[in-house]
């Protein structure tokens, strides 16, 4: 299976958290091919250098090193995104700039997303958690 992380997916991964879920864990561990976003890398990146987030800076290898592919960043994905709606989710407009990419890449892949924010499976993408 291919299959796409959430950013907090992947630092729970990366860390060993025990708020990874099972099944979350178990698809990653078995997925043919688990892929980290390019949004997602710089998702993490950027927090991490504004100090909002507390992660060794060899993540990158670390995540390497447990066999993440990265999913560039293709013409069709940003068709994707361009055509996405703005849907308010829980009372509040949707805008996350890394998670409307992140959707737009899985809906263009076909790919389900390992995460548990249910306003990204709002846009009809499979989640797993």
């Known amino acids: ?4 992380l959430d950013a907090h997916t992947l630092l729970w991964w990366l860390g060993g958290d025990g708020q990874l879920s099972g099944p979350a864990r178990s698809a990653i561990e078995t997925a043919r091919e688990p892929m980290i976003g390019a949004g997602t890398l710089i998702e993490i990146a950027v927090k991490r250098s504004l100090g909002k987030l507390e992660i060794g800076e060899d993540w990158p290898e670390q995540a390497r090193a447990d066999g993440f592919e990265v ?3 293709s013409w069709r994905h940003a068709a ?3 055509a ?3 849907l308010t989710v829980a009372g509040r407009a949707h805008s996350d700039p890394f998670d409307r990419l992140l959707i737009a890449q899985a809906l263009a892949e076909a790919v389900p997303i390992v995460g548990r924010d249910g306003a990204l499976g709002a846009y009809g993408v499979s989640l797993i958690w």
């Open 1 to 4: 299976m291919r299959l796409l």
């Open 71 to 73: 999913l560039d960043v």
């Open 80 to 82: 994707a995104l361009q």
């Open 84 to 86: 996405l709606p703005f």
